[in-house]
């Protein structure tokens, strides 16, 4: 058995790996794991990550978890171009460096934009305070004005002049309070131009395929009781 991906493309992780294994050429078989229906609650997806989260790869015998850890594995054991993971040490610790920041911070807050925003209250039919609204979408502006500051900068790219794993992590990052209505690029034209850059350097079709999902959050019907009992416990603890 070659390459297993096991994705649901409504995730964030889940659609920087598919996207990068896609644009790189890497084959693999595509097991599609239903979020919204729980699918990784299952007993049987518990025999590949008994973690119960997307992504996860499954190489003949050989499984992984962990969304960076995937993508790293995937430059190491295929022929990539360089730009994605550097070999050179100080431009690899800046993409390093992003992918050890991201996880508690814009993750965290584009997460919880998405959820508190439209899956609460269309999807599981739980309203969100205005307060925690607000606080939520406060928090994510504090990121975005972090990673415009602290990486992107002046650069055409987060850690240099071409892109890398870390812009790969961002953008897919931010489709998720894009496909909740929130307007994440339109007061930040640099943030906007760096989008435009990424999504050319991955290619347009590609970037559209991997987010059709995400951009249609909005329109999910909403979830079946028992669904809903049985997410919330994850979901709860997802977003705290």
Known sequence: MGLELYLDLLSQPCRAVYIFAKKNGIPFELRIVDLIKGQHLSDAFAQVNPLKKVPALKDGDFTLTESVAILLYLTRKYKVPDYWYPQDLQARARVDEYLAWQHTTLRRSCLRALW???????????????????????????????????????????????????????????????????????????????RQRVEAAVGEDLFREAHEVILKAKDFPPADPTIKQKLMPWVLAMIR
């Open 116 to 194: 508190h925003k439209v899956m609460f209250p269309v999807f599981l039919g739980e309203p969100v305070s205005p307060q925690t609204l607000a606080a939520t979408l406060a928090e994510l502006d504090v990121n975005l004005q972090l990673l415009e500051d602290k990486f992107l900068q002046n650069k055409a790219f987060l850690t240099g002049p071409h892109i890398s794993l870390a812009d790969l992590v961002a953008i897919t990052e931010l489709m998720h309070p894009v496909g909740a209505g929130c307007q994440v690029f339109e007061s930040r034209p640099k943030l906007a131009t760096w």
